[in-house]
C-alpha cells in the first residue's frame, strides 16, 4: 500500500494506493495517523481495490482518532465495489464518507 | 505485550508455541493465531492450513505430545496471513464401527468452533465437489464497534415475534431492496418492520449449513435445495450464503450489524437454533467434524454402532453428554455474548431432554444448564416441545420457569374454531386467555406460550383459508411430504384461479379474524412473515427445498393486500397500546376480574358444543394509570349474532375499533361509539374488538 500526501495547504489530502488488507492495514492505520495534524483533511481512496475486514477496521480506527483529535476528516472518491462492502457491513455508517474529492472539500467547508 | 505469547518452538519454516488451552477454536493473538480443539479418544492431531479455496493444504503442522493437556490440543502459529487462510484438523484414533468410533486421519475436519466458515459463501454456486475439504474453518475478528448496543432489556411480555426467512424475506425483486435475500437485505426493510410494529424477528436458521444437502433437480430445469437449512455444519459461524459480503468473509461483520440496526429500532432478534442433529447424517453421511472428532459422544447411536434418528433427518445430537453440553452452552453463550441475540427458539426441542440412551430424562442437565446460565439470564428460551421421536412435550416441557413453548394446541384450536368446527369454544377462550390449563402460571410465568396460527412449518395464513389440502407436487415426493392436519378451510374455492370475490371477501375477513384473535390473546404471539400482506405459497405447506418464488415473499401483495396488513398495524397498536394484554397492567378497575369470559349475554360464557360465540374482557389500567377495558368478541358462525357487552363502570363507555365484517373498512379510522343499550350485531364469520373510551 502506498500512502501520499497529495496536497497539504489549507486542507490536507492523502491518497491510499492499493489494497487494504491484513497485510497492509496495520502500517496504513499507523502512518496515516501519524499524517493527522490538525488541518482538515481528506482521505482518498480512489486507488483503493480492495477492503478486507481488517482493511475496514483500519478506516474506523483513523475515523475514530481524527474524531478523538477534533480533526475535520472525510473520506472520498472510494470506487463502487469498496462503497458496496462498506454498505454490506455498516461500516458506511460509522464513516464520512462522500463520492469526490470536490464533494470532500465541500464536506470540510 | 505478553510474555507467553512469543515463539517457543519452530516446526519448519513455521514458529510455534503451546497455546491457550481454554481457548476454543481459532483466535487471532498478538503476532499469531492460536489454535484449540478437542477429542477425548484421539491419538495425535495435525492442523491443516489452506490458503483460500485451495485443495491442496499449504502447511501439515502436528500438535506436539507437549502442546496437549488431556484430550484438548492447543497451539499458536505465529505470522499467518489470516484473512487468507482457511484450516482444519485431522485426528488419528481408532477405528471401531460397533464401539462407535469412527477416527479417519485421512479426513480433514471442519473446526467445530469455527467463526466463518467457507466453501458456500455465496448461496446457490455450485461447488467444487472434487474438493475433498468442502466446509473450511476460516479465522474471524471478532472485534465490532457496537456503538454502545447490548441485547435489549424489554420484558419478554411485549414480544411480538414475527418469524423470517433471511433469505425468503427480500430475495424476490418485488422487495426492492439492494442486497436481495441477505442480511444487508433485511436492514434496508427495518422501516418495514417498525411501521408494521412488531418487537422481535425470528430468524429461521442461520447457522452455517449447506443449501446443497440433499439438493435434486426439480425435473424443470430448476433446483430443489436445502432452503430452510435445518442442518448445521457450524454452530458459531453466520451462514455466509446469507451475507451480500459472504464472498468477502465479512459475514460475521455483516449479521452484527444487522442486530445493531435492530436494536436501535427496537426489536429483539432470536434465532431459530438447531441442536437436534447435524449436517452429517447417519453412517452414510459425509465426515464435517463430530464424527472424525468423538463420534460416540456427539451422537446417540445403538448398541451395533448405527445413529439413532429421533430428528428424522439421519442423526441425534447426545445433548445430555457432557461435552455436548458444553459445546451448546459455549454455542448460545458466543451468540448472545458476541452477537447480542436476545434469545433463541430450539427446534425439536424434547430431544434436548433425552438421555444418551435416547430416553426421556425428568431433569435434563443440558435445559438446566440453559435456563440458569449467567449470560442467559434476559435470553428468551423458546422450545418446539416435541421431536420426531413421538415425544411431544408441550405443557410438559422441563421449564425451570424459564422455557416458553410453541403452543402448537393454540395452533390447532383456533384453526379449527375458526374454520367453524363444533366444540371448541371452551378451548378458545382458554387459547386466548393465555392457556393456563396447559402451563400453569405460578410456574411457568406470563410468557410460556408462544401462540402461533402459523409458522413456516405448515400452511401461510392465506394458504389456511385457501387450500383444504396441501398441494406439494413441486417437493418432488409426489405430495406425500407436510403434515395432513392442516385444519384449513378453503373457503368454498380451491386456490386461486378463476377466485370469485365473495371468496376473496370472505378469505380476507378469515386472516383478519385470525389476526384479531393473535393479537388479543395473553402469551407471546408469533406472526408469519408475509401473512400480513396475504403471502401465499400456493397451497405448499412444507416449501423447506423452495428456494423459488413459491418461498419468497411476494411484495406486490402488500399493495394488493392493504386491508390485511392495514388490519395487522392495528391490532399490534391495540396490543401495545393495552398494557392489560401484555399482563403489565397495574391493577384492575374495581370490581372487574382482569380477565373474563362472556357470550352472546355479559358475563354468561356458553361452553356448549354448538356454541360459536366467544367475547374476552380484559380489565386493567393503562400506561397513565386509569382504568382500560379491551373487548374482543368472535363469532365463528356462519351466521350474524347479537352480543351484548359488558357493563363498564360509569365513566366509561365501549368503542369499536376494529370489526372483520366490513371488508376494506374493517380498521376504524376513528373508533365508534357503541349504544349500550342494544346488542352489537357481530357478523358471520367476524371479530370485532372495542375498547373503552371516556364518556364524552
Same mark, same amino acid.
Given at each position: ?109 | ?523 407471546? #404471539?408469533?406472526? !408469519? %412473515?408475509?401473512?400480513?400482506?396475504? $403471502?401465499?405459497?400456493? *397451497?405448499? /405447506?412444507?416449501? =423447506? ?103 363498564? #363502570?360509569?365513566? !366509561? %363507555?365501549?368503542?369499536?375499533?376494529? $370489526?372483520?365484517?366490513? *371488508?376494506? /373498512?374493517?380498521? =376504524? ?28
Amino acid at each position: 500500500m502506498n500512502i501520499k500526501v497529495e496536497r497539504d495547504d489549507n486542507i490536507k489530502i492523502i491518497s491510499l494506493d492499493g489494497q487494504l488488507d491484513v497485510a497492509s492495514s496495520d502500517n496504513a492505520r499507523d502512518e496515516v495517523i501519524s499524517l493527522l495534524d490538525g488541518k482538515p483533511t481528506i482521505i482518498s481512496l480512489a486507488k483503493v481495490s480492495y477492503v478486507s475486514s481488517s482493511g475496514l477496521r483500519a478506516l474506523l480506527m483513523i475515523a475514530k482518532t481524527a474524531k478523538a483529535k477534533k480533526i475535520n476528516m472525510v473520506y472520498a472518491a472510494a470506487i463502487d465495489e469498496v462503497i458496496d462492502v462498506f454498505e454490506m457491513t455498516g461500516f458506511i455508517k460509522m464513516l464520512r464518507c462522500v463520492k469526490t474529492i470536490e464533494d470532500a472539500e465541500k464536506a470540510l467547508g | 505485550m505478553r510474555i507467553d505469547l512469543h515463539p517457543t518452538d519452530t516446526y519448519g519454516d513455521f514458529k510455534i508455541r503451546p497455546g491457550l488451552f481454554l481457548s476454543n477454536g481459532s483466535q487471532i493473538v498478538p503476532g499469531g493465531v492460536n489454535f484449540t480443539i478437542y477429542s477425548s479418544g484421539a491419538k495425535s492431531c495435525e492442523l491443516i492450513l489452506f490458503h483460500s479455496h485451495e485443495k491442496e493444504p499449504f502447511a501439515v503442522i502436528p500438535f506436539p505430545e507437549s502442546y496437549r493437556i488431556g484430550s484438548v490440543f492447543s497451539m499458536i502459529v505465529f505470522d499467518l496471513d489470516y484473512e487468507n487462510i482457511e484450516y482444519g484438523f485431522r485426528i488419528d484414533g481408532e477405528y471401531n464401527f460397533e464401539h462407535g468410533n469412527t477416527f479417519d486421519k485421512s479426513k480433514t475436519l471442519l473446526d467445530p468452533y469455527a467463526k466463518i466458515i467457507s466453501g458456500r459463501d455465496i448461496w446457490g454456486k455450485e461447488p467444487d465437489w472434487t474438493n475433498k475439504f468442502q466446509y473450511r474453518s476460516k479465522i474471524a475478528l471478532d472485534d465490532f464497534d457496537w456503538e454502545g448496543d447490548m441485547p435489549l432489556k424489554t420484558p419478554h411480555n411485549e414480544l411480538i415475534i414475527y418469524e423470517a426467512h433471511v433469505r425468503g424475506f427480500t430475495k424476490d425483486e418485488s422487495s426492492g431492496v439492494k442486497f436481495k435475500g441477505t442480511f444487508a437485505g433485511l436492514i434496508e426493510k427495518i422501516p418495514y418492520l417498525k411501521d408494521l410494529g412488531i418487537t422481535a424477528i425470528e430468524l429461521l436458521p442461520i447457522f452455517e449449513f449447506d443449501e446443497f444437502e440433499g439438493a435434486r433437480d426439480d425435473g424443470n430445469g430448476g433446483k430443489l435445495m436445502n432452503y430452510w437449512g435445518y442442518s448445521t455444519v457450524g454452530f458459531f459461524a453466520p451462514k455466509a450464503g446469507y451475507a451480500a459480503s459472504g464472498r468477502f468473509s465479512m459475514q460475521a461483520d455483516e449479521f452484527k450489524n444487522l442486530v445493531k440496526e435492530l436494536h436501535q429500532n427496537g426489536i429483539k432478534v432470536i434465532l431459530d437454533v438447531v441442536f437436534n442433529h447435524t449436517a452429517e447424517g447417519n453412517e452414510n453421511g459425509p465426515y464435517i467434524s463430530f464424527k472424525g472428532l468423538d463420534n460416540n459422544m456427539y451422537y446417540i447411536l445403538t448398541p451395533e454402532g448405527y445413529y439413532y434418528n429421533f430428528s428424522g433427518c439421519g442423526n441425534t445430537l447426545n445433548c445430555n453428554n457432557p461435552i455436548v453440553r458444553n459445546l451448546i452452552l459455549d454455542c448460545l453463550r458466543y451468540w448472545v455474548g458476541m452477537y447480542h441475540v436476545d434469545g433463541f427458539r430450539f427446534d425439536l426441542a424434547a430431544i434436548l431432554g433425552r438421555d444418551s440412551f435416547g430416553a426421556p430424562m425428568a431433569n435434563p442437565p443440558l435445559l438446566e444448564s440453559l435456563a440458569f446460565d449467567p449470560i442467559l439470564k434476559n435470553a428468551v428460551l423458546i422450545a418446539e416441545a416435541w421431536d420426531a421421536g413421538g415425544l411431544y412435550q408441550v405443557g410438559n416441557f422441563p421449564a425451570y420457569g424459564r422455557w416458553a413453548e410453541w403452543n402448537g394446541k393454540y395452533r390447532d384450536d383456533v384453526r379449527r374454531f375458526l374454520k367453524g368446527e363444533s366444540g371448541l369454544a371452551g378451548a378458545v377462550a382458554s387459547r386466548i386467555t393465555g392457556s393456563e390449563d396447559i402451563y400453569d402460571r405460578y410456574w411457568r410465568g406470563d410468557c410460556a406460550s408462544v401462540n402461533f396460527i402459523t409458522c413456516h412449518d405448515g400452511f401461510t395464513l392465506y394458504d389456511l383459508f385457501a387450500y383444504n389440502d396441501k398441494h406439494n407436487e413441486a417437493n418432488g415426493w409426489g405430495g406425500s411430504d407436510g403434515g395432513n392436519d392442516n385444519h384449513s378451510w378453503n373457503c368454498g374455492w380451491e386456490g386461486d384461479i378463476d377466485l370469485p370475490a365473495d371468496i376473496n371477501f370472505l378469505r380476507h375477513k378469515m386472516i383478519k379474524n385470525a389476526a384479531a384473535i393473535l393479537l388479543m390473546s395473553l402469551g407471546i #404471539p408469533m406472526i !408469519l %412473515s408475509g401473512d400480513e400482506f396475504g $403471502n401465499t405459497q400456493y *397451497g405448499n /405447506n412444507n416449501p =423447506y427445498c423452495q428456494d423459488n418464488k413459491i418461498s419468497w415473499l411476494d411484495w406486490n401483495d402488500l399493495q394488493k393486500n392493504q386491508d390485511l396488513f392495514k388490519f395487522f398495524k392495528k391490532v399490534i397498536a391495540i396490543r401495545k397500546n393495552h398494557p392489560v394484554l401484555m399482563r403489565m397492567s397495574q391493577g384492575t378497575p374495581f370490581g372487574y376480574p382482569m380477565i373474563s369470559v362472556h357470550g352472546t349475554n355479559a358475563w354468561q360464557f356458553d361452553g356448549s358444543p354448538e356454541n360459536r360465540v366467544i367475547g374476552v374482557m380484559f380489565a386493567g389500567k393503562n400506561s397513565s394509570g386509569t382504568d382500560d377495558f379491551v373487548y374482543i368478541g368472535i363469532n365463528a358462525h356462519w351466521e350474524s349474532h347479537g352480543v351484548w357487552l359488558p357493563a363498564l #363502570p360509569q365513566n !366509561l %363507555s365501549w368503542q369499536v375499533e376494529v $370489526n372483520s365484517d366490513l *371488508g376494506e /373498512n374493517a380498521v =376504524y379510522d376513528e373508533p365508534a361509539a357503541i349504544n349500550s343499550a342494544e346488542q352489537f350485531i357481530i357478523g358471520a364469520r367476524s371479530v370485532i374488538i372495542c375498547t373503552s373510551t371516556n364518556l364524552k
